[in-house]
């Protein structure tokens, strides 16, 4: 049976003043109904434009796209943007890093949250569309959904914003729910209600989720299966479980060293230089600049070696049997 979502050797190259810059190299990753899914890396990895390629949201003149994005058995790359009405926002929804920055100030809430559940097809009338806007407020513990409707999103706290971007999100029950940095630019504690909110909400509705984000922390209580990405490249896949406890990718263990501990056990390591310019990106692992492993082999692209229980790592290490303990 097909993936939900099925990513193959994706490239996408933005052609820039400096030069072409080869941001996605060949990446692939499915997802399967209902699952949670976390692709976790430093920023400027590519992951945000991994999730804006899945929404058809870079078809500009000067970003070229190779590869297939299907869903179900439809293939996104190249859709017109009429067949995209029946998908995104209803079948494929995404919340962002930052509400206020991703509602429109000018328009009320409800205008806004009422246009998105007429693009559904779920309202016969306006009191019906009305009516499932203040039921997808409430299940987000709004409990007076008719003032968060009458106002103005400025005249919201980032919380409340948050909320109604995750009703916005999920009110015409999506099969897929792109979320990238879901309530990051907002304070710690809206960014837990947030992702308990998602996990809660998803999983009743049956609902998969790709989770974009930097915070292992988040992958290990989010996500049931995790990609490293690093540089445009999967590095590594794992489910959670296997990643935290037997990294295989020396990206993975670098991220890992550079989460602080709250047991005292030693201080956190930051991970050395940075990632890479990609009009000019290392040949082979993109990663071999920053890393101490790095042998003359490394400068061929990598064999991704199966370790079992659907682990792959995409290093020569494992293939020589080898493992990326750190000095
Ligand atoms: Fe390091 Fe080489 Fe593995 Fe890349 S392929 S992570 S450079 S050891």
């Known amino acids: 049976m097909a993936s939900l979502l099925e990513i193959r050797d994706l490239h996408m190259r933005f052609s820039l003043f400096e030069g072409l810059s080869h941001v996605l190299n060949g990446i692939s990753l499915s997802i399967e109904k209902g699952e949670r899914v976390a692709i976790v890396g430093e920023s400027g990895c590519g992951k945000s434009v991994t999730v804006r390629a899945i929404l058809g949201l870079l078809q500009q003149r000067n970003v070229a796209i190779e590869g297939s994005i299907r869903f179900h058995e439809t293939e996104l790359l190249g859709m017109a943007e009429r067949e995209w009405r029946g998908i995104r926002g209803s079948r494929i929804s995404m919340i962002f890093q930052d509400p206020m920055a991703s509602l429109n100030p000018t328009f009320k809430v409800r205008d806004q949250l009422l246009k998105v559940i007429r693009r559904g097809g779920r309202a016969g009338s306006a009191r019906e569309a009305y009516e499932i806007a203040c039921a997808g407020l409430r299940r987000v513990a709004i409990v007076d959904p008719d003032r968060i409707l009458a106002a103005y999103p400025f005249q919201l706290s980032g919380g409340l914003a948050q909320r109604v971007m995750i009703t916005m999100a999920l009110v015409n029950r999506p099969e897929l729910v792109l979320a990238d940095e879901p309530g990051s630019a ?142």
């Open 186 to 327: 907002l304070d710690v504690t809206v960014q837990e209600q947030t992702l308990r909110l998602m996990h809660e909400l998803t999983q009743d509705a049956g609902a998969a989720v790709l989770l974009i984000t930097h915070n292992l922390g988040v992958v290990r209580e989010f996500a049931q299966r995790v990609y490293v990405m690093y540089a445009g490249t999967i590095v590594e896949e794992a489910d959670v479980e296997t990643l935290f406890r037997e990294p295989a990718h020396p990206y993975t263990r670098a991220l890992l060293e550079a989460v602080p501990k709250l047991t005292g056990a030693g201080l956190p390591r930051p991970i050395e230089g940075m990632v890479p310019d990609y009009t000019a990106a290392p040949s082979g692992c993109r990663f071999h600049p920053r890393c101490a492993f790095a042998e003359d082999a490394c400068s061929s692209a990598p064999p991704v070696v199966e370790l079992g229980s659907g682990h792959r790592v995409a290093c020569v290490l494992p293939a020589k049997g080898r493992v990326a303990v750190p000095t």
